[in-house]
């Protein structure tokens, strides 16, 4: 009788535990993709073609260019896999 007990208390805690919501798989987030960092780029003399591609939106891409004879263009990769799914 007294190892059934003992069995009994130490087994209380496992099924505690599978039941518990800090066990389970976290709900209500879904995955977020990291954003693309090379979608648009700064373009212009100092920069050549297809110039600066570091930006992933085109308000930093512009705000970068102020002031400098430079201006915003897709990247190129982007802008033909684009074309390319159109045409389809």
């Given amino acids: 009788?007294?190892?059934?007990?003992?069995?009994?208390?130490?087994?209380?805690?496992?099924?505690?535990?599978?039941?518990?919501?800090?066990?389970?798989?976290?709900?209500?987030?879904?995955?977020?993709?990291?954003?693309?960092?090379?979608?648009?780029?700064?373009?212009?003399?100092t920069w050549g073609y297809p110039g600066n591609c570091q930006f992933s939106t085109y308000d930093q891409c512009i705000a970068t260019a102020s002031g400098t004879y430079a201006y915003c263009g897709m990247n190129p990769i982007y802008a033909f896999q684009r074309q390319g799914a159109q045409l389809r």
Avoid: E, K, N
């Fill in 1 to 45: 009788m007294r190892s059934l007990l003992f069995i009994g208390v130490l087994a209380l805690p496992m099924l505690v535990g599978f039941g518990s919501p800090s066990t389970a798989a976290p709900r209500g987030r879904s995955y977020i993709p990291p954003t693309r960092h090379d979608v648009y780029c700064l373009q212009g003399r």
